[in-house]
């Protein structure tokens, strides 16, 4: 059972343009969300993150929004270059220990971005 | 400022071996996590290590094991290998769980069973 869920594995955009990834989680245990953002044989590098008292954060390009009554979030990408281009991650944690877990991420399958020039 | 440092970057065993991963945590962090990342999928969290011992731990088997050395790097043990255990090994590290914090990944080693 999938808890953290990114329904399109794939997602084409203009350069400038902007691109929404979209993000669902199930577990209502989870208070921390984070996006990374990975290279072909590169680890995954962090992006941005949200925890669940907010429902928006900000770092330049990137914004990410929280519904956390339909367990939702969403990154923007603002406007859109190539080098964005590369494969998102969203991951979420629980601050609190419950079911024998605390802190570990759980991700989704991701979305391939493709930014045209 | 060093990053998450793994070793080694690509590794090719055969079934029924055993392999050895390493991993030191970037500077100031004492916390570190394993995920396996299959291809196509997401990474999937294997184990954790704080003070030296597993604090948590995913759904993988015994033949999955770690250590965590007093300077905070780790190792990953994996046994008796099987071909569905080729894939991308990262290491993670942060601060203790119960914090607010992002895991800092390393490059990964990619782990390949003939």
């Known amino acids: 059972d999938q808890q953290v869920k990114q329904n399109s594995p794939s997602l084409s955009v203009q350069e400038g343009r902007i691109s929404i990834l979209n993000c669902d989680y199930t577990n209502s245990m989870f208070d921390y969300f984070l996006w990374y953002k990975k290279y072909p044989a590169e680890g995954p590098t962090f992006l941005i993150s949200i925890s669940s008292i907010k429902d928006k954060n900000e770092d330049g390009r990137f914004t990410v929004f929280l519904n956390k009554s339909a367990k939702h979030l969403s990154l923007h990408i603002v406007p859109s270059q190539p080098g964005d281009s590369a494969v998102y991650f969203c991951?979420?944690?629980?601050?609190?220990?419950?079911?024998?877990?605390?802190?570990?991420?759980?991700f989704g399958k991701g979305t391939k971005l493709s930014v045209k020039p | 400022d060093a990053g998450v440092t793994q070793s080694p970057t690509h590794l090719i065993k055969t079934r029924g071996q055993q392999v050895t991963l390493r991993c030191s945590p970037k500077s100031g962090h004492d916390t570190v996590s394993w995920y396996q990342q299959a291809l196509g999928q997401g990474p999937q969290f294997i184990f954790q290590?704080?003070?030296?011992?597993?604090?948590q731990r995913g759904n993988f088997p015994d033949r999955f094991s770690g250590h965590q050395f007093p300077n905070y790097s780790s190792e990953l043990n994996v046994n008796a290998l099987l071909l569905g255990d080729s894939a991308l090994y990262l290491c993670a590290s942060s601060f203790p769980p119960g914090t607010y914090t992002e895991a800092f990944f390393g490059q990964g080693t990619r782990l390949t069973v003939v």
């Open positions: 290590y704080y003070e030296e011992e597993e604090r």
């Open positions: 991951a979420a944690s629980a601050s609190q220990f419950y079911g024998g877990s605390q802190g570990n991420l759980i």
